[in-house]
C-alpha cells in the first residue's frame, strides 16, 4: 500500500511556518517508520511550488497504516499536521503485474 499526503505550508513567505512543518513530517516519518508493516518513505518538497509539501509511505497492508496513525504518537504528533494537508485521496493499492486490484463497491450501512 502507498500513501501521499500532500500539505501546504500554513502561510506563504512564512520561514517559521515552513520550517515547523518540515521539521514535523520528519518527526512524523520517524514515528510512521518504528511502526509494525512500515515498508518505507519520505519526505519531500515541490520544486515548482515550495509551499507546497508530501509525505510518502509504503506498508504491507491498509491496516497497519491504520493502526500507526490511530497510536498514541499518531495521534498526538501526526494528526496534528493534517491541518495542513490536501482534501484529497490519499491511499493507494500498488499496481504490480498480475495482482488482483480493489473492486469499487459501496459498502454496506448498518
Do not use: C, F
Not at 497492508?61 to 504528533?77: F, I, P, Q
Amino acid at each position: 500500500m502507498l500513501v501521499v499526503t500532500r500539505l501546504r505550508t500554513p502561510r506563504p513567505d512564512d520561514a517559521a511556518g515552513e520550517d515547523e512543518l518540515r521539521s514535523g513530517l520528519l518527526q512524523a516519518l520517524a514515528i510512521l517508520a518504528a511502526k509494525p508493516g512500515y515498508v518505507g518513505g519520505d519526505v519531500g518538497r515541490n520544486v515548482d511550488d515550495p509551499t507546497l509539501w508530501v509525505l510518502t509511505t509504503r506498508w504491507e497492508n491498509v491496516g497497519s497504516y491504520r493502526r500507526a496513525l490511530g497510536s498514541y504518537e499518531g495521534k498526538m504528533h501526526i494528526q496534528p499536521l493534517m491541518v495542513h494537508a490536501l482534501d484529497e485521496p490519499s491511499a493507494y493499492e500498488v499496481v504490480e503485474e498480475g495482482t488482483d486490484l480493489n473492486v469499487a463497491d459501496p459498502r454496506s450501512i448498518g
